[in-house]
């Protein structure tokens, strides 16, 4: 690890030298997940990504997996190709840990605890907001490595742009969006279609393996008196084809969903209040019956009311405070069992952020009242010491849990007496801001993870079992990062050394890397736009009887690019995979090889 870091430290130099000279670029990024409220990046201390709207055009990614996987601290598992299950790991914890928001609204669902990011469209997408570390005090639960907030296109300028493409494994896909605005308020509706022959998700298998998906998206703000009124509702469905264990060819039908709506007002100087109520749905169904002559099904429906209200207290303190109700029903069935449960899960949280001089400090506390497993307690503590204008220090520390979700409880070896999954996170950082647009981010953490769940066979020889608290883990590790904005260049250069290890065996935990590295360069030529971006990943654990198996590492570099052919048309283009590199994400599973995806885009506004 030692020899890693001391080469990352060497190569930003290098980087740094062909773009020196060039103009920097004057953006300020505003961020709302961090903290609930809206802040701008320099004022946060978490460590957070932003990916753009114009990232997303650039990129031309099938969906939202392919974008986090070249960001510091997140790696992906996917078992096949396009819309097959995609799992995201966040600075080692659980691909379970990392909680997903689409508009804010909580999109994990209550039955295998995984989001379904393999079916979002970046069509769709306005940016991806990102927060590394625990935010259960906020959010509640599932948000021990992070959140991940997909934000849906609204407030576009009126008019209507279309796209289509096409590339390899027989893809297609076509979207279209539209806005409207005036004074009674603005609207927007989007729609993105994708249909994909793909490729044999496992090895040894021959037949390709199709994925269709149909999503939209409307959004809509109006001002009604002195109360700002807004809808917002992202759906997608299809079907994904897939191999099973034998090889056998089977398919199932999706449907993913998230809708609310929204009253913000101001009862008084300083104090904004907001009321949200909203509803999400995740369903899959099995199109082949089992043998009882069943069709399986995953289902979970969630709705939830949430107040939030914001109150300045003089220049430098703000304090934040609300209480989020959810309702949750998950219901099952596989191979002839199952369950229909409901629970209830209330979260009262309480923030104060306070900026004197030179200090920026924040403190939370939540309590989530979990109708199976009571109450939890969450805290999040930040502070932050500008040495010089452009350089800071900060440290973060922080407590989260996850609740085992149904499956947990009532699924296969079931257990309802399991303790939630705890986490305690420490991290410390240094943060410099170079003239001429670079900037460096150096962080060391530590997050403690103790009840993890296990399945414990009890009986060798029919192999049934139990889910039980029995495991802990601690994952250690050190984040660096280059970024550089430019008139004619953008870069970034990041790498993450961690140990994500079991300490009941003293082994690394499955499917995450010690060694990550990613880089990104785009360069403006006029109105056009090129881009690389490369990962390096180094070898991982995953899933193997009698023991783990070890996945070699990888490299991986896309090419993209846009271009300009008139004012209102464009293209894009992204080359996936160039060197056409053989590699597993998950064992047994097939990845993409060299392929070539091409869209055009007309702006009729």
Do not use: C
């Not at 509702?233 to 199932?252: C, I, K, M, N, R």
Request: no cysteine.
């Amino acid at each position: 690890m030692r020899q890693s870091i001391v080469l990352s430290a060497a190569l930003v130099p290098g980087l740094l030298a062909p773009l020196a000279g060039a103009e920097p670029a004057a953006t300020e990024r505003v961020f709302v997940t961090a903290t609930r409220t809206t802040l701008a990046e320099d004022e946060i201390l978490a460590p957070i990504v932003v990916i753009t709207r114009e990232e997303l055009e650039r990129a031309t990614a099938a969906d939202v997996a392919d974008l986090l996987r070249f960001r510091a601290g997140i790696e992906i598992a996917r078992t096949g190709g396009p819309g097959q299950t995609t799992t995201l790991f966040m600075r080692g914890t659980e691909s379970n840990h990392t909680l997903v928001l689409v508009d804010g609204v909580r999109i994990n669902p209550g039955t295998i605890g995984v989001a379904a990011l393999q079916n979002i469209s970046p069509e769709l997408i306005e940016r991806i907001e990102i927060v590394k570390g625990p935010r259960s005090t906020i959010y509640g639960s599932d948000a021990i490595g992070g959140v991940v907030n997909v934000i849906t296109r609204s407030g576009a300028r009126d008019g209507v742009v279309v796209s289509l493409g096409a590339g390899q494994y027989g893809t297609r896909d076509a979207s279209l969006t539209a806005g409207a605005s005036g004074e009674a308020g603005d609207l927007t509706l989007g729609t993105s279609w994708l249909d994909s022959s793909g490729f044999p998700t496992r090895t040894g298998d021959e037949t390709d393996r199709g994925y269709r998906n149909l999503s939209f998206n409307v959004a809509g703000r109006s001002q009604v008196g002195s109360v700002e009124l807004s809808a917002r509702a992202w759906h997608a469905e299809g079907t994904s084809e897939y191999s099973d264990f034998f090889l056998t060819p089977v398919d199932q039908d999706f449907t993913n969903s998230a809708a609310s709506l929204s009253a913000a007002f101001a009862p008084a100087a300083g104090w904004r209040s907001k009321l949200t109520a909203s509803l999400m749905r995740d369903e899959t169904r099995q199109n082949q019956a089992n043998f009882m002559g069943q069709k399986d099904f995953l289902r979970t429906r969630r709705w939830s009311a949430d107040w939030q209200n914001d109150v300045a207290v003089g220049e430098h303190h703000a304090i934040t405070a609300g209480a989020l109700l959810q309702r949750e029903t998950a219901d099952t069935l596989s191979y002839g069992s199952g369950f229909d449960v409901g629970t209830d899960v209330n979260l009262y949280y309480v923030q104060d952020r306070i900026t004197a001089g030179r200090h920026r400090g924040l403190l939370a506390v939540g309590l989530t009242d979990h109708e199976t497993f009571g109450s939890q307690v969450t805290w999040n503590a930040e502070y932050g010491f500008e040495l010089r204008p452009g350089t800071s220090i900060y440290t973060v520390a922080g407590t989260a849990f996850r609740a085992p979700d149904a499956t947990d409880r009532y699924g296969y070896g079931g257990n309802p007496a399991l303790d939630p999954e705890r986490s305690r996170s420490l991290e410390l950082g240094l943060r410099h801001r170079i003239d001429g647009g670079h900037s460096l981010s150096l962080g060391v953490f530590r997050n403690d993870l103790d009840d993890l769940i296990q399945f414990v066979v009890t009986d060798m020889d029919t192999y049934e079992g139990e889910n039980r608290n029995v495991e802990r883990a601690r994952i250690e590790g050190i984040e660096a990062s280059w970024d550089y904005e430019g008139a004619l260049w953008r870069a970034r250069a990041a790498v993450t050394l961690q140990d994500p290890r079991d300490l009941s065996n003293d082994t690394r935990l499955l499917r995450r890397a010690d060694e990550n590295y990613t880089l990104a360069l785009a360069r403006r030529i006029g109105a056009h736009e090129v881009a690389l971006d490369a990962l390096v990943a180094g070898d991982r654990l995953d899933f193997g009887f009698p023991s783990a198996v070890r996945l070699g590492g990888y490299t991986v570099v896309n090419l993209s690019g846009r271009f300009a052919v008139t004012r209102a048309l464009g293209l894009t283009a992204r080359l996936e995979n160039v060197f056409d590199r053989d590699y597993e994400l998950a064992r047994g599973y097939n990845t993409m090889g060299r392929s070539l995806f091409v869209a055009a885009r007309y702006d009729f506004r």
